[in-house]
Antibody, heavy 129, light 110 residues
Framework: QVQLVESGGRVVQPGRSLRLSCAAS????????MHWVRQAPGKGLEWVSI????????YYADSVKGRFTISRDNSKNTLSLQMNSLRADDTAVYFC??????????????????????WGQGTTVTVSS | SYVLTQPPSVSVAPGQTVRMTCGGS??????VHWYQQKPGQAPVLVVY???DRPSGIPERFSGSSSGNTATLTITRVEAGDEADYYC?????????????FGGGTKLTVL
């Protein structure tokens, strides 16, 4: 079945780095754009980053730009998030998610963007000294 | 940047109909997606492109959009519908697109 499984979350000190991974299965991974979305304790959802199906385009939320890097390995069906210079406000559950290709989507600058139809169970990152 | 506004909470009795709103400037011109999130679980897409349902989502869930407000409607509400609901759009206020979520509405089934 279609599945996303995140890993790599743990307790880390402020200023340190951490790498999250997301293993995809049950679908053709390189047909889909992929995302990271996070949720701080007791808070709502916050989009973090997107990477296109081929890895050629990547976009980030302003809150993580310059500190986080999204990547993918289509040969291994794996999505990653390298997080550097971590801060206390990066503490959250991090979800990886697949962007659907169903529907009309939203058109921007030559590309269509859609909702997120498959989510992992999340991995918890705690930034604390 | 673009802002989506959702009421923090709404309550409804079982069997009734509930409507949850998502406000944003000219939201009607954007595709709105809705997610349901139960405690300790990942979000689930329940409506995409304003009013379409993914396979497996009950017909009780429907969406609409007009002017500056998108609405998620749940008819014949069940206890199992109790969850947080988030609306989401794409925005290109800067040089590249970014995904925007509303703050979420907590649905309580009385």
């Amino acid at each position: 079945q279609v599945q996303l499984v995140e890993s790599g979350g743990r307790v880390v000190q402020p200023g340190r780095s951490l790498r999250l991974s997301c293993a995809a299965s049950g679908f053709t991974f390189d047909n889909y754009a992929m995302h990271w979305v996070r949720q701080a304790p007791g808070k709502g959802l916050e989009w973090v980053s997107i990477i296109w199906y081929d890895g050629n385009n990547k976009y980030y939320a302003d809150s993580v730009k310059g500190r986080f890097t999204i990547s993918r390995d289509n040969s291994k069906n794996t999505l990653s998030l390298q997080m550097n210079s971590l801060r206390a406000d990066d503490t959250a559950v991090y979800f990886c998610a697949r962007e659907t290709t169903s529907g009309s989507g939203t058109y921007y600058n030559g590309w269509y963007y859609y909702g997120l139809d498959v989510w992992g169970q999340g991995t918890t990152v705690t930034v604390s000294s | 940047s673009y802002v989506l506004t959702q009421p923090p909470s709404v309550s409804v009795a079982p069997g009734q109909t509930v409507r949850m709103t998502c406000g944003g400037s000219t939201i009607r011109s954007r595709s709105v997606h809705w997610y349901q999130q139960k405690p300790g679980q990942a979000p689930v897409l329940v409506v995409y492109d304003d009013s379409d349902r993914p396979s497996g989502i009950p017909e009780r869930f429907s969406g609409s959009s007009s002017g500056n407000t998108a609405t998620l409607t749940i008819t014949r509400v069940e206890a199992g519908d109790e969850a947080d609901y988030y609306c989401q759009v794409w925005d290109s206020g800067s040089d590249y697109p970014s995904m925007i979520f509303g703050g979420g509405t907590k649905l309580t089934v009385l």
